[in-house]
């Protein structure tokens, strides 16, 4: 009995809170909420209209903390991300962020992800899903330290027009000046701000990082700074309209990472995913290497395209048919209205040859109204790039909205 | 050395030596590189005490295949065999020894039953182990991607089964991965022609007779009928003299032989294998590398992990290759005595095992990084077929002892040697009471010693567990087990690839006609 009662009592929560949780939750009128990765998490808190469009013409603010992140530090850091990566992460510089999918040997993502040059041989690494076993394993002959640091550090997505302007009236000094994908850190309340221009919305936007503990005095002071600014705290649902507008996939939505993926061939390449430009063959030996060079050869099953859908019913989950409407040619897997782009787009998977840029094919678009099921061909356009990408989103220095 | 090679070969053991010998025939420039001052990595015969010598690595040869031996002229090239076929005494404590000689077993009161039960047994396995044997002739067949040379290695695999007829064919399906002490168990009431089966179903594993697949690792042993050895055969001047008469041979086909020259690592360039770099700093290029050492040491420190995709480096990592059998050498004044025991048997393999569950209890300890407390041993006195070994009148005994984990919680040192030793002779004095007086002196290989000596991972002398999940197409690991490595240009021919350990040669054979078959598929 003794050496029971000495051990720390068992956790029993089922569901994990958020550093900003106590403030989300009293905003949250909905109280609709969702489990992303073991924290409660907000799916909408209020009218999703109102909470997209803060996104796109004022600030929003969404809680990334339950998003994985991991600290690789040591003298091998570099080289062991590189091995990784199937981009040259050589080419991002300190204080700089990049964007990256990593590969089974059979060239599949697992994920796409973010990586933070926090400091020389000091990156952060966020991702949707947990690879903590594949990179200790990816480690294996580098001289490197691996940390789950999910739980140890807050982070902010702060979005939209009014954001540099928020963080102004905070006091961030020279923010104006980051320019996208470049990092800053800023003196807080006794403690320390690291603030990335990045962000999943492709609107002008930064993610904020800090402790545990300065957590709810951030919040405070961004919400205090932000309200002259139309500032107000989202969820999920909005940030995904906003995502698929911007034309940026997800794991487990537009992908299966392939550790996760049963089926033989329902995984994806980084090509079959656009993501031909992070691919750098010649960096040296990273894992799908060889898969990647032979696919190369042979050529890709799948392409991904953005689809113009006509008119505004959104073509989720729909068959995507030839131009003869005969033969199916690939599905969607993100769909949505997009209500700034005025769009009705759809990110699908087409089989090879399928979707090069104009082609004209038809979406299978069912939908139910009071028990009546109805289905609509829908002319469906491969669009060439994204239909949101406003210039603010690269413009440096920020506008002030 | 400015003579340009097609291809080198890392390491000059039998495998080796057979993989070289077969490219240089076919016309390819082939050098050896060998870290040891001799050719034959474990096969090798060198003194232990003054005057004294003996097999240090393998010390029977069982399964190097008789057409293999034709087909590299080994007798033109020195090879003698001081005796061949040798029965397998099991040595029991009350002197009713167990003699199995090819389907023959015979004892003081072996029922009519269990001596028709073993001959019956030994036809079943042999046809089925025969199934195993004509597998092991060939590169084990793909199952993803597979061309049209896999599909009909799998046909001929699955046609080979059936023709075994409805019956045998249900019968090794049944008895394919079941565990040795049940089969044992089932098939006879003797106590002592049970143990004796699953002795050769463990010996050189870490598993005991209830580990699942152990039936497997029996057929495995039991190929050796289809190679043309009814039993074990002993080379004249022992194992290394049979490594030197490969060597002859290699040699006589023009293969060029490096001594003393330990490479350093690999060169590759843009994920090829151009060449190698030895300790020396010297760079060697060749269009193919051969390695024939384990597949963990070719892929962690000859390549490097940092070349290799992550899913191999964790499929590599996950090879169990724990060494478990040591190696011991006696010097002795004089033959022992064995009550019980025909003098003319004396020159045979002879057995200290234990009942199923005593074998069970010598590897359970080995799970708990402790060693057997009662060592099971395989043996031999080699002196009795050939005098050269030991200086007359005086005798030399060869001696396999497990289980000794190369982990051993605490490590082997100098005491716990000692105590391993008393251990195996207090096992020795059971059967062969006072032979402990006859010793002038002993030398013990723990799988640390072999590690060192032989350069194999763990000191595992197969290169890798002989088990289902190790096998065929997961030998050394799935999706590479077509002896092409996942670098392009670098091979493995070692036992670590198909078709496994002891020294058989076709892991070496099979490598070399996969590349002169040409490029490996990505």
């Known amino acids: 009995m003794n050496s029971v009662s000495t051990r720390p009592p068992h956790d029993t929560r089922v569901m994990l809170e958020t550093p900003f949780h106590p403030r989300i939750s009293a905003a949250n009128g909905l109280q609709s909420w969702y489990n992303w990765k073991g924290y409660v998490s907000a799916e909408r808190l209020d009218q999703i209209e109102f909470e997209y469009f803060a996104i796109r013409n004022a600030t929003a603010v969404f809680d990334i903390c339950p998003m994985t992140k991991y600290r690789i530090e040591g003298p091998d850091a570099e080289a062991f991300l590189n091995r990784l990566f199937t981009r040259d992460v050589r080419k991002i510089r300190t204080h700089r962020v990049g964007y990256g999918v990593w590969c089974d040997d059979a060239g599949q993502v697992q994920d796409d992800g973010t990586l933070f040059h926090l400091a020389p041989d000091v990156w952060r690494l966020c991702s949707q899903e947990r690879c903590l076993d594949w990179l200790c394993w990816s480690a294996l002959g580098f001289n490197v330290k691996i940390t789950d640091e999910t739980a140890d550090v807050a982070g902010l997505a702060v979005q939209g027009p009014t954001s540099c302007a928020v963080f102004q009236s905070m006091g961030l000094e020279g923010i104006e000046a980051l320019k996208p994908f470049e990092l800053r850190y800023f003196p807080f309340q006794g403690g320390e701000l690291m603030v990335s221009r990045t962000g999943f919305t492709g609107d002008l936007g930064y993610e904020v990082w800090t402790s545990r503990e300065l957590a709810l005095p951030l919040w405070d002071a961004l919400f205090t700074a932000g309200e002259p600014h139309l500032i107000r705290p989202i969820g999920s649902a909005a940030l995904n309209i906003a995502r698929i507008e911007a034309g940026f996939i997800m794991a487990g939505a537009d992908f299966v990472p392939a550790e996760q993926c049963i089926r033989h061939g329902r995984s994806r390449s980084p090509f079959e995913l656009g993501l031909e430009w992070l691919v750098d063959f010649g960096k040296g030996p990273f894992t799908g290497r060889r898969a990647l060079l032979a696919e190369q050869t042979k050529g890709s099953r799948y392409r991904f395209v953005r689809l113009d859908v006509e008119g505004n019913k959104p073509a989720n989950n729909s068959f995507i048919f030839g131009a003869g409407q005969r033969e199916v040619v690939g599905t969607v897997t993100s769909a949505v209205w997009c209500p700034t782009a005025k769009c009705n787009v759809a990110l699908a998977s087409l089989d090879m040859p399928h979707g090069r840029p104009g082609e004209e094919l038809w979406a299978e678009i069912y939908y139910m109204r009071e028990l009546k099921w109805t289905r609509v061909m829908a002319r469906a356009r491969v669009l060439e790039g994204p239909v949101f990408d406003p210039p603010r989103r690269r413009q440096t220095p920020a506008p002030r909205f | ?522």
């Open chain 2, 1 to 522: 050395m400015t003579e340009r090679h097609d291809v080198i070969v890392i390491g000059a053991g039998h495998n080796g030596l057979v993989c070289a010998a077969t490219l240089a025939k076919a016309g390819r420039k082939v050098l050896v590189l060998e870290r040891a001052s001799h050719a034959g990595g474990a096969a090798h015969t060198r003194d232990f005490a003054s005057g004294f010598s003996v097999s240090a690595g393998a010390h029977l040869l069982t399964h190097f295949p008789q057409d293999l031996i034709t087909e590299l002229q080994l007798q033109r090239h020195g090879l003698r065999f001081a005796a061949t076929d040798l029965a397998s005494v099991h040595l029991q404590t009350d002197g009713r020894h167990l003699v199995l000689d090819g389907p023959h077993a015979s004892a003081t009161d072996l029922s009519a039953e269990d001596a028709q039960a073993y001959a019956a047994f030994h036809a079943d396995t042999a046809s089925y182990a025969a199934i195993l044997a004509s597998a092991f002739g060939r590169r084990p067949p793909r199952l993803v991607d597979s061309d049209w040379h896999d599909r009909l290695g799998m046909l001929k695999l699955a046609w080979d089964i059936r023709s075994l007829g409805r019956d045998r064919m249900r019968e090794v399906l049944r008895i394919g991965l079941m565990n040795i002490h049940d089969l044992a168990t089932e098939s006879f009431t003797d106590g002592r022609v049970r143990s004796a089966v699953a002795f050769d179903a463990i010996l050189g594993t870490g598993m005991g007779p209830r580990a699942p697949n152990t039936v497997m690792s029996y057929l495995y042993r039991r190929t050796a009928d289809a190679f043309g050895r009814r039993g074990p055969a002993l080379p004249t001047g022992g194992m290394g003299a049979f490594a030197e008469a490969l060597q002859a041979c290699a040699v006589a086909r023009g293969v060029d032989i490096r001594l003393q020259t330990e490479v350093k690592c690999l060169r590759i360039e843009d994920g090829r294998a151009t060449g190698v770099v030895l300790k020396s700093g010297e760079l060697l290029s060749a269009g193919t590398v051969v390695s024939n050492a384990d597949p963990r040491s070719t892929l962690k420190d000859l390549v490097g992990y940092r070349e290799l995709d992550a899913g191999v480096v964790r499929r590599v990592e996950g090879i169990r290759m724990r060494g478990m059998a040591a190696k011991l050498h006696l010097a002795l004044d004089a033959l022992p005595n064995i009550p019980g025991l025909d003098p003319a048997r004396l020159g045979n393999r002879l057995v200290i095992s234990a009942s199923l569950e005593g074998i069970e209890e010598a590897m359970n300890a080995s799970k708990y990084k402790q060693f057997s407390p009662e060592p099971v041993i395989e043996f031999c006195i080699p002196t009795l077929h050939d005098a050269s070994l030991a200086p007359s009148t005086k005798h030399v005994l060869s001696a396999i002892v497990q289980y000794a984990p190369v982990d051993l919680a605490g490590g082997w040192t100098e005491a716990a040697r000692a105590e391993f030793l008393a251990r195996c002779m207090a096992r020795f004095e059971t059967v062969a009471p006072g032979i402990g007086a006859l010793v002038s002196a002993s030398e013990l290989l723990l799988p640390p010693d072999l590690e060192r000596e032989f350069g194999m991972s763990g000191g595992h002398w197969h290169h890798g567990e002989i088990s289902v999940d190790q096998l065929l197409m997961m030998r050394p690991i799935v999706l590479h087990a077509q002896y092409a490595m996942p670098v392009e240009g670098l091979w493995l021919c070692g036992a670590g690839a198909h078709p496994g350990g002891g020294v058989m040669g076709l892991a070496g054979r099979n490598c070399a006609r996969e590349i002169l078959r040409g490029r490996p598929r990505a």
